[in-house]
Nanobody, 122 residues
Framework: VQLQASGGGLVQTGGSLRLSCAASGRSVSSYAVGWFRQGPGKEHEFVTVIMRGGRTYYADSVKGRFTISRDNTKNTVYLQMNSLKPEDTAVYYC?????????????????WGRGTQVTVSS
């Protein structure tokens, strides 16, 4: 499967953005699809994942502000980000895991898309 992330941009504190992760080559529902981010000078950080059956998991830092969803008809996973903070500034990546079990370990994800930059100004 090939993944393409898009939707990043510049937004003020408290604003919203919706990121998209479009899949091609195979159905997005055949994978667990997660979002990771890498802020300036930081390591990759797990953000959220939607499992094959639709169950979702979130990092504590984004719980209640971010929502992951999937549209099988468009073969796309979305990340709705609300109440954005400067510390959310990062390059956001989507990734797909062929396994059935939940993981937030980036090394267990098999396919990665290019990142999209999100910048939150204070």
């Amino acid at each position: 499967v090939q993944l393409q992330a898009s939707g990043g941009g510049l937004v003020q504190t408290g604003g919203s953005l919706r990121l998209s992760c479009a899949a091609s080559g195979r159905s997005v529902s055949s994978y667990a699809v997660g979002w990771f981010r890498q802020g300036p000078g930081k390591e990759h950080e797990f953000v959220t994942v939607i499992m094959r059956g639709g169950r979702t998991y979130y990092a504590d830092s984004v719980k209640g502000r971010f929502t992951i969803s999937r549209d099988n008809t468009k073969n796309t996973v979305y990340l709705q980000m609300n109440s954005l903070k400067p510390e959310d500034t990062a390059v956001y990546y989507c990734a797909a895991d062929r396994d059935y079990s939940y993981t937030k370990n980036e090394y267990e994800y098999d396919f990665w898309g290019r990142g999209t930059q999100v910048t939150v100004s204070s």
